[in-house]
């Protein structure tokens, strides 16, 4: 049928997920991390790409590891010139890069009129006092790593962010309850698939970090929201944790390449055949557009 590559830095269940469906649908697929790409800029050749990525039909990108300015800078860069090369990406660089990024994410959800918590970002120390229980987040990241609680009346010149950089994001709720929860919404190609709530004794809700699962209860208006912020990242595919409060809705994070092995448990279906389904319909409409 197509031509697929999956590149990742890790290739774990989630990979060889893919490659199963993918495969169902008579589709040939290669396997490549980052650090097997290299690009030849020879005048004699037509393509730069090495393992045939020039002659693929669409890359799903899956995991990009932490590294220098310049190792991330450069695996993005693939990313684009593959999009420029005439092949579909799952997600784009640029989506990445709008999600990778909570400063940007944050900023895009504002100039759309999507409520998340009041957040304020600089650039290194300043002597001041905290003005609310906020949580000092680093501007990349998942699983809830690195996060720090920070509690009203503290000196800021004595908290280490890192790289340099304050996201800071005031605290949703009571920092002495004794439980916390949130949603975690699966989309793809701009529509809910799947929703997971997160219970935990600590203000971290995150799996990695030991919380509980089940099954979340869809409103109208999430599910609406749900796919307008999908709409808004370009997301092939996202994950997008919302939490409520006072019967308003908030998002926390936008996730550009989510996991889903944890919340494909909770569902009868296979999320990963939905998920293929839906880029094989991404990958059909970029080509009919490209050699139209």
Known sequence: MYSIAIISDLHDWHSKEIEYHLKKKDCEVIKLSFNEIEL?????KK???NNNLHNVDGAWVRFINSGSLEEITTKLTFIHLLKDSKVYTHNSAETIE???????????????NIDSPDTIVWVNKKNKKIKFNSLLKPIFGSQGKGIQLLKKGELLSKINSVGGVYYLQSFLGNINDNKFCDLRVLVSNHKVIACMKRTSGHYLTNIYQGAEFQKGKLSKNLTKLSEK???????????????????????LEVNGVPSWKTINKLYKKDLTKTLVDDFIVKVKKFKQCHHS
């Open 40 to 44: 030849n800029f020879n005048e004699n």
């Open 47 to 49: 393509s730069f790409f």
């Open 98 to 112: 709008k999600t990778v990024d909570k400063v940007r994410t944050t900023g895009i959800l504002k100039i759309n």
């Open 229 to 251: 912020i999908s709409r808004c990242l370009g997301l092939g595919y996202g994950g997008i944790d919302f939490k409520s409060l006072n019967k308003k809705i908030y998002i």
